[in-house]
């Protein structure tokens, strides 16, 4: 069980309300549902990534970041399960409300739901067991290098190295946010290996992945980033979190740690 008595959740919360009425286009013709396009009602409809193979990815972390990611992935068809400690976050998502602030977010969660693809929980085993890739969001706002952050991303790599202690596939962790390499590989990495008793590039990949900008914090950044900068331990790891962002028109510059 993903512990939820570890984190601060004194944070405090407002549910948005949204009067637009965004336009979307769905495609079910592939065995699965996705939106196709999309648009906030302030600006131009775009479209979406395509999506040919749906893929099963757990999110760490329903702040801004983490909630934009899940539903963004949910919305391309993906099996997306998220968690956080906060069950005020996991009952919004499930109940289809988020506390994101974010131009048409609601309105295109309203939308997936019929999906049934998307689901939030506190249980980080089951979630990873379930999974084949995991997207590490917790840092929302603040200072990134700050103790406080370095200290959520620790208790995430424990309760994710637990959960890798029992499960037999390769499984690939990505985190969605700037972590400095040295701590990743110095501070984060060995909990990870600690917990799980198994060697990264064996058991299990890291990667980073960041867009033109340090934060995704609009849908349309989300899905139209100008450039992916993948930073991987290994081969597998980096063609895998590839493979997860396929379809995206952004250059990819991959850098080996």
């Not at 424990?158 to 701590?183: M, T, W």
């Not at 895998?240 to 080996?256: D, H, P, Y």
Request: glycine share 8%; with cysteine; aromatic share 8%.
């Amino acid at each position: 069980m993903f512990d939820s008595q570890r984190f601060d959740t004194s944070e405090t919360h407002s549910t948005y309300t949204h009067h637009a009425a965004p336009q979307l286009t769905i495609d079910n013709t592939r065995g699965f549902s996705r939106i196709v396009t999309f648009s906030d009602g302030n600006q131009q409809s775009y479209q979406l990534p395509k999506c040919r193979n749906t893929k099963q990815i757990s999110v760490f972390g329903l702040g801004h970041s983490g909630a934009l990611s899940a539903i963004c992935m949910a919305a391309l068809g993906h099996k997306v399960i998220g968690i956080d400690m906060d069950q005020r976050r996991i009952n919004a998502l499930n109940q289809g409300r988020t506390f994101s602030d974010e131009e048409g977010l609601p309105e295109l969660l309203e939308q997936i739901a019929s999906f049934r693809n998307l689901v939030a929980t506190d249980d980080g085993f089951n979630a990873i067991k379930r999974t084949a890739s995991s997207l590490i969001c917790v840092n929302d706002d603040g200072d990134h290098a700050s103790g406080a952050s370095i200290d959520k991303l620790k208790i995430i790599c424990e309760q994710i190295g637990l959960s890798l202690r029992y499960k037999e596939q390769y499984h690939n962790l990505i985190f969605c946010q700037h972590v400095d390499a040295d701590i990743l590989k110095t501070v984060l990495l060995p909990i990870i290996e600690e917990q799980s008793g198994k060697k990264a590039s064996e058991a299990f990949g890291l990667a980073s992945i960041q867009g033109g900008k340090e934060k995704a914090r609009t849908i349309k950044d989300f899905y139209q980033p100008a450039q992916f900068t993948i930073q991987f331990l290994d081969k597998q790891s980096c063609q895998l979190t590839e493979q997860l962002f396929s379809g995206f028109k952004a250059s990819i510059r991959r850098v080996s740690w």
